[in-house]
C-alpha cells in the first residue's frame, strides 16, 4: 500500500480576505508544509538552546568569543559572496510595514533599500500577514495604488528605476503563526513570511534584476544562521533558481550574536549580504541574559544610552571590522524621529541629532543606515555621500585599528548615567501607547516625535522589570518597587484617558494595553518575548 499523502495545511480562526487566495495558492502552501517538516524540528532545538545558554549566563555573567571556532575567525581567507548589483549600494535605507500606502511611500522615498517589514514594525493580524504580502506581490507587477479615505490623496508608484530595493524581514524564531497549522501544530511566523514571499517572488524579483533579499532578525547564534542558510539552500532547488540567489542581511541586536559575527557570516557566506547594529532589541537582550548579573548590569533611562555609550561603540566599530573584513555590508542604526508640521524648533534640533548620527556612522566605516521617515532620507542621504562620493560603499576602510575584547561589549557600567524617575515614568508612558496600538494592529506607532516598534516596548518593560528586581533608588529618592510601577501606570492611564478623551479611550484597548505592560514588567518570571502573551490577545 501506498504511503499517505503529506497533511495539507490548515487554515485556522481566520476571517478570510479579500484576494487570499491569491496568497494561499495551493502550491505556496506546499511550499510553506514542506518548509515546516524539514526545518521546524530543528527551530525547535535552537529555542531550547537559547533557554541553556541563557541559563549558563545567569551562573557565569559572562560571554565570550567562541573557543570552539576560533579557527574561522583566525582564517583570513574566506570572504561573503560578492553583493549583486541591486545591493551594492545601501547609504540609506527606510524600514516600514508593509500596508498599501507604505509600500508605495517606501519604493518612492528616495532611499536606496526598502525594509519591508513582517516583524517588529507589524502586528502579526491575520490581514497583516496576508495582506502585506498581497501589497509586495501587486508593487512588482505595478498594480498597486492607494487614495487616502481621510485626505483624498492618491499614491503611485514612480518609475522602476527610481524605486527602492526590498528587503523582507520575515518574524523572528520565536513566534508562531496560529492560523497556519499542519496536523494542528502552527507553523512558525518566521518559515509562513519567507515561504510565502519567496515562492512568489523569487522569480518575479530575478526577472526585475533583483532578487529575493531578507533581513533576518532576532538571530542569537550562528546555528541559527546554519539554519537558514539551509533553507536558503531547499527552497532556491525546490523553485528552480540558482544557489546564491538569495541574499542575507543578518541583524545583530541580541548580545550572544555580537560575539558570533564571523561565524554567522561565515555559516551565510554563499547568501550573506551584510550585518546591521540595532540599538532598542541589542539593549532588550543584554538585559535579558544579564538580569541577575547584579548592579554592573543595571542600564540607565534607554535614552541615556546612545551609540557613543563605550559598549555601544566596542559593538559597533567591532561589527564594521567584522563586516568589512569578510567583505559585507555594515549597516547602521534606526534614524526613528517623525517630522512635525506644527513645530519648526522640534525639527530643527531633531534634524541636527540625526545629522550627527549618520555623520558619525558614516564616518566609522559603516555603508549605510537606517531611517523612519521619508523626510529623513535626504539628511543620512548627505551624510553618507559626503563619505562615499560616487563609490556604492566603503568596504575598502578595515578599521584594522578596532580592537575590542570580550568584555568591553558588556562593560555597562563604563556608562556614568543612572536610571531616573522620568526614566521610569517615560517607560510606562510609551509601553502603554505601543502596546496598545499593537494590539489593534499597528507595528510601527508614532509616539512623542519618534517611530518607535516592538523593539521599544521590549526595552521599556525590560528596564521596570530590571530596575525593580535590582532595587534601584532614583535621584528624588524613590525605590523602584511593583508598588511605584502601579502608581505611575495608573497615572498614565488616567491621563491618557483625560488628553482623548472618554469616547476614545472605551473604543481602544488602554486598559488593556496598560494590564498587559505590568504583567510583562512585574511577573517574577521574566517572559522571553513581550510578543508572545500579546499574541494571545491579538484580535
Known sequence: MSAPAPSPLAIVDAEPLPRQDEVLTDAALAFVAELHRQFTPRRDELLARRGERRAEIARTSTLDFLPETAAIRADDSWKVAPAPAALNDRR??????????????????????????????????WENVILGQLNLIDAYERRIDFTDPTSGKSYALRPADELATVVTRPRGWHLNERHIQLDGTPVPGALVDFGLYFFHNAQRLIDLGKGPYFYLPKTESHLEARLWNDIFVFAQDYVGIPQGTVRATVLIETITAAYEMEEILY???????????????YLFSIVKNFRDGGSKFVLPDRNAVTMTAPFMRAYTELLVRTCHKRGAHAIGGMAAFIPSRRDAEVNKVAFEKVKADKDREANDGFDGSWVAHPDLVPIAMASFDAVLGEKPNQKERLREDVSVAAGDLIAIDTLDAKPTYDGLRNAVAVGIRYIEAWLRGMGAVAIFNLMEDAATAEISRSQIWQWINADVVFENGAHATADLARKVAAEELAAIRAEIGEEAFASGKWQQAHDLLLQVSLDQDYADFLTLPAYEQLA
Do not use: C, Q, Y
Open 92 to 125: 540609506v535605507e527606510i524600514t516600514g510595514p508593509t500596508d498599501r500606502k507604505m509600500t508605495i511611500n517606501a519604493l518612492n522615498s528616495g532611499a536606496k533599500v526598502w525594509l519591508a517589514d513582517f516583524e517588529d514594525a507589524s502586528a502579526p493580524t
Open 267 to 281: 555559516e551565510l557566506r554563499d547568501h550573506a549580504s551584510g550585518l546591521n547594529a540595532g540599538r532598542w532589541d
